[in-house]
Structures are given as structure tokens and as C-alpha cells.
């Protein structure tokens, strides 16, 4: 999964460099925004970047409920119930205060 996101991130980059480092001109730059976006279509590329996703907003969920277990108690009481409130909001999967959820 990393590997493939260092890829991508590579070969955008490569593609970026190119871009600006040349004088190829403007077809070459509607070629290269053409292939870039078809690869961003590319259901393998869409499924990687979605899976990673997934798992980004479940470590961020965990590490959301380990911290606020943690600093709870060393926070005024006000703090304290608006993390409490916070996290059982989460655990119901209603949606957080950004209009997400964690789904």
C-alpha cells in the first residue's frame, strides 16, 4: 500500500518536473494532464486510493478514542464532556461536527 502510494507520488512529481522543467509547449502539457487523468480514473489507482482512505479515518478513529481516554481526565470538565460527547457520537456513527462520519 505504501509502496504504491510513493509510486504515485513519484511519478507525479517526475510529471510535474517535466512540466516545468521543459519547453515542450502545450501539447505535450494536454498529453501529459490527459494520461494523468486517466490514471487517476484507473479503477486500480481509485481502489488503492479509497482503501487507503479507509484505513486512514479507522488509525485516525483509534488514535481519536486512545488520546481523549488519556487526556480526559487532566482537562477541565467542560473539555471533558464535549471529548466524551465526541467520542460516543463516533461510536453511533452519527455525523461529526465537519459533516463527516466515520464510515
Do not use: C
Not at 517535466?18 to 519547453?23: D, F, H, S, W
Not at 502539457?29 to 487523468?37: C, D, Q, V
Amino acid at each position: 500500500m505504501a509502496v504504491m502510494r510513493y509510486r504515485l507520488t513519484f511519478i507525479a512529481g517526475l510529471a510535474l518536473g517535466y512540466v516545468l522543467g521543459t519547453r515542450a509547449g502545450r501539447e505535450r502539457y494536454e498529453k501529459l494532464k490527459k494520461t494523468a487523468r486517466e490514471i487517476s480514473q484507473n479503477p486500480t489507482v481509485r481502489n488503492t486510493a479509497e482503501s487507503a482512505a479507509q484505513q486512514t479515518r479507522q488509525y485516525a478513529g483509534k488514535a481519536f478514542h486512545s488520546v481523549s481516554e488519556k487526556v480526559e481526565s487532566r482537562v477541565p470538565d467542560s473539555v471533558a464532556d464535549r471529548v466524551r460527547s465526541l467520542r460516543e457520537r463516533g461510536a453511533t456513527g452519527e455525523d461529526d461536527d465537519w459533516g463527516t462520519s466515520n464510515t
